[in-house]
């Protein structure tokens, strides 16, 4: 059984593996950075480090604006910290790895470089997310 | 990870060991570069001896035999020196420091897994002092000397011997004492010990580092004479042992006080003062440690911010009792940071004296003689500056060697001294170390530099350049000056990777030269890495940070001084000269519209290219713990780090050399 921290955004649900997640804050307004990509929200300041702030939403998809944003998931992996804006962060769950199911394999799909399969729980979708490749993304 | 792992333990002391080589190979160097001036030099072939000694016993225990081979061929042909055989001269010296380089290099191949490379010919050159008296290849024996030898043991004999026991300072320094002796002496049989204290001088005259007493044994024992001197050989040179026969005993005991302090006070007073010089006590931290001191301490700074920025929402007036407590935290927060820093600062003597060497080196290679001048040993540097500044240094050495000098012909027909000069300086200015490397050489040569640039398609044929920009033209990437590249300083590596290695530090380099009278490098760093005076201010409603090294003047908005120059370019008048002028807000945005101008800032880089920005509000001045953007993001163009404000907010620090580069049209290419 595997952990996994469920969080909305727009009117979808992802899981992230529990590991990886430091720290769940309330959004907080973020220092804007010139020439950076329209998803970084900027850089915020977590207990003395500087890390950057990724609207979550507008990673997946630039065409949505997220209408509410109120927790932060800062995440740790690979050696950089880095936090995501989402709409608000559900629950933690168990699931087994080997239920996991694929993504249904559709073209021009946004999601599909960054879901790695399917959570089905309690008859919801939940996209698992994979952390390392949505994070090296993110700062490429 | 390499192969000589075997666990954990022995990795430890496996790094503790390396630690000290490396501890023993500085003093090593340090010893030798001043060998050959020095009228001691017995005395540093001594510490030269003693480092190169620990050095092999460590490598024995671990098994390195191709660092045991080596050290006791260097270790033998330092004997011969010690015990007077042969002089030292600059041949000697420049052989140690080869001696020394191969045992660097060896050191590191055990510890780094890096290349070992062919030390034949330091190795023969060694040889060749071993040569006239014996071949040295044998090395074998000093591995095994280690085991143990069984003593045949005579019941019948009984000895009596008489001895006189007189240790040196350095028996005591290095740890030693006399009582040890003592219970060695009392194992081999009965011993009777009387002090001789006759020679202990009235306090007025009494030295602390010399040793005064000397200590009369008179022992029974079945041992002979070799087993007792080997419990004094342990301790080397620094204890004397005189054996003498009964009448000579009795008369050095009934001794009277004969101290004769006239002749012998001089020479031994400097001698006293040269060892407690060295004698500074150090304990070995884990640098991770002292940054995690840094770290925590750069939290405190920040909640200091908070703790006044609430005060000004409560209202809580200068002058109050609260305030009054905390600006003496405030005070004390201060000292401790600077204390912390201190601890992480050495003085760049370490990197200086590495640089002796080079020169050394380099001037052989290159058959100029050089004199190298240091200036500044002593200024203390980050210890995270000056790891980085070892190999840009280097090559600037190596460069100024051999592309800056002329040879000595050249140099004698221009009337200057055959010798060459080379300065290495370092000093404090403005919150920022400089370190200038300077040679009394021929100059840049601006047409040989154009002429190369352009074979190596770096500019083009109608670029038109001023003198100053066709210097800096040899940071480009893929420049060298030399028509063949020579075998000291074309490794592959260029300036440009000089001038990036500084920059990445934060710091700048300018060059200023004039020909035939020699170029001047100068390296501008900050003094840390981690603390900047910065400027705060305002500019489309985000707080920004400029540091306040880089700022000239704040001056309040004048509409009168400004003019256009051409569509959206701007010219504003300072003190005499016309300068650029551009608003803060296009740093974050290119089409910002002017609305709120308050202020100037004039700012300048390194060269003195000034430029004024204009801000919406010029807040305060404070100190700012640096946080880097790129651990966690990537560079950001037009700032070099961030830092975090008073409210917990981030505020991005401004590079003043990108923004001057880029907005003064001079240099925007």
């Not at chain 2, 040679?439 to 044929?461: F, M, P, Q, T, V």
Request: charged fraction near 25%; charge should be negative.
């Amino acid at each position: 059984m595997e952990k996994y921290l469920i969080f909305t955004s727009y009117n979808q649900e992802y899981a992230i593996d529990i590991g990886v997640v430091r720290e769940i804050r309330n959004w907080t307004q973020s220092t804007i950075i010139p020439s950076s990509p329209a998803y970084v929200e900027g850089i915020i300041n977590i207990r003395g480090t500087v890390i950057p702030l990724v609207d979550f939403c507008k990673k997946i998809n630039p065409d949505r604006v997220e209408v509410e944003k109120k927790a932060m998931i800062i995440i740790e992996n690979e050696d950089k910290t880095i936090s995501f804006s989402v709409k608000n962060v559900l629950d933690i769950i168990d699931y087994n790895k080997n239920d996991i199911k694929n993504l249904p394999e559709v073209s021009q799909c946004d999601i599909s470089d960054f879901v790695d399969g399917i959570i089905s729980f309690d008859e919801r979708v939940i996209f698992r997310l994979n952390i390392s490749f949505l994070i090296r993304d993110c700062l490429n | 990870m390499n192969n000589y792992v075997k666990d954990d333990d022995l990795e430890t002391i496996r790094q503790i060991f390396f630690e000290e080589c490396g501890e023993q190979l500085s003093l090593l160097e340090e010893e030798l570069s001043s060998l050959e001036e020095t009228t001691e030099a017995s005395e540093k072939i001594n510490t030269i001896f003693r480092a190169v000694h620990s050095i092999k016993g460590g490598a024995g225990a671990f098994g390195m035999e191709k660092l045991v081979r080596f050290s006791h061929l260097f270790e033998a042909v330092l004997e011969k020196f010690r015990s007077g055989e042969y002089v030292v001269n600059s041949v000697s010296v420049s052989i140690f420091l080869k001696a020394a380089d191969v045992l660097t290099d060896i050191v590191s191949f055990y510890r780094d897994g890096t290349d070992l490379p062919v030390q034949d010919n330091v190795t023969e050159e060694l040889n060749n002092y071993l040569e006239k008296v014996e071949k040295y290849n044998d090395y074998s024996d000093e591995v095994d000397n280690f085991c143990f030898n069984p003593i045949k043991i005579d019941f019948e004999e009984e000895n009596t011997f008489y001895l006189q026991i007189i240790p040196e300072f350095t028996f005591y320094e290095n740890g030693d004492d006399i009582r040890n002796i003592l219970f060695f002496l009392e194992k081999k049989g009965k011993i009777v010990v009387e002090i001789n204290s006759l020679n202990i001088p009235y306090l007025g005259i009494f030295e602390i580092n010399k040793t005064y007493t000397i200590w009369n044994v008179e022992i029974n024992t079945t041992c002979d004479r070799n087993e007792i001197e080997e419990i004094f050989e342990w301790s080397g040179n620094s204890i004397k042992v005189n054996f003498l026969n009964h009448e000579n005993f009795l008369e050095e005991k009934n001794k009277k006080f004969t101290f004769s302090n006239k002749e012998k006070e001089e020479p031994i007073l400097g001698k006293a003062l040269q060892n407690s010089h060295k004698e500074n006590s150090t304990i070995r931290i884990d640098t991770k440690r002292v940054d995690n001191l840094v770290n925590l301490l750069s939290e405190i700074v920040i909640n200091q911010g908070s703790i006044r920025a609430q005060m000004k929402i409560n209202d809580i007036r200068s002058g109050s009792p609260l305030d009054i407590v905390i600006s003496d935290l405030e005070q004390l927060t201060h000292e401790l940071q600077e204390n912390v820093m201190a601890m992480r600062a050495h003085p760049i003597k370490m990197v200086f004296q590495r640089m002796g060497r080079i020169v050394r080196e380099t001037s052989r290679i290159s058959n100029k003689r050089v004199i190298l001048h240091l200036e500044g040993e002593d200024t203390e540097v980050d210890r995270s500056i000056l790891e980085k500044l070892s190999d840009p240094l280097t090559h600037m050495v190596r460069n100024a060697i051999d592309h800056g000098l002329e040879s000595e012909d050249i140099r004698t027909v221009s009337g200057k001294s055959s010798e060459g000069n080379l300065f290495l300086r370092a000093f404090h200015r403005s919150g920022r170390i400089i370190i200038e490397v300077e040679d009394d050489g021929s100059g840049l040569n601006c047409d040989k530099i154009y002429r190369k640039a352009l074979s190596k398609g770096i500019i083009n044929n109608n670029s038109i350049m001023e003198k100053e920009e066709i210097q800096n033209l040899i940071f480009s990437p893929g420049f060298s000056t030399v028509d063949n590249v020579s075998d000291l300083s074309g490794r592959g590596v260029g300036m440009d990777v000089v001038k990036k290695s500084i920059s990445d530090m934060g710091g700048r380099i300018s060059i200023f030269s004039k020909e035939n009278e020699g170029t001047l490098f100068s390296i501008s760093l900050p003094l840390t890495l981690s603390v900047v005076e910065g400027l705060i201010f305002r500019s489309h409603n985000q707080i920004f940070i400029i540091p306040v090294s880089s700022v000239v003047e704040a001056l309040l908005f004048q509409k009168n001084k400004i003019f256009e120059i051409s569509e959206g370019v701007w010219g504003f008048s300072y003190r005499n000269q016309y300068i650029p002028i551009f608003h803060s807000g296009k740093i974050i945005n290119n089409n910002f519209i002017n609305e709120n101008n308050n202020s100037y800032i004039i700012i300048e880089n390194e060269k003195r290219e000034k430029i004024a920005i204009i801000v919406d509000e010029i807040i305060d001045q404070s100190r700012f713990v640096v946080k880097s953007i790129e651990k966690n993001y990537k560079k950001i163009e037009g700032f070099s780090s961030a830092t975090i404000l008073g409210d917990g907010g981030v505020a991005l620090i401004v590079d003043v050399d990108f923004l001057i580069e880029t907005f003064c049209s001079k240099n925007h290419r």
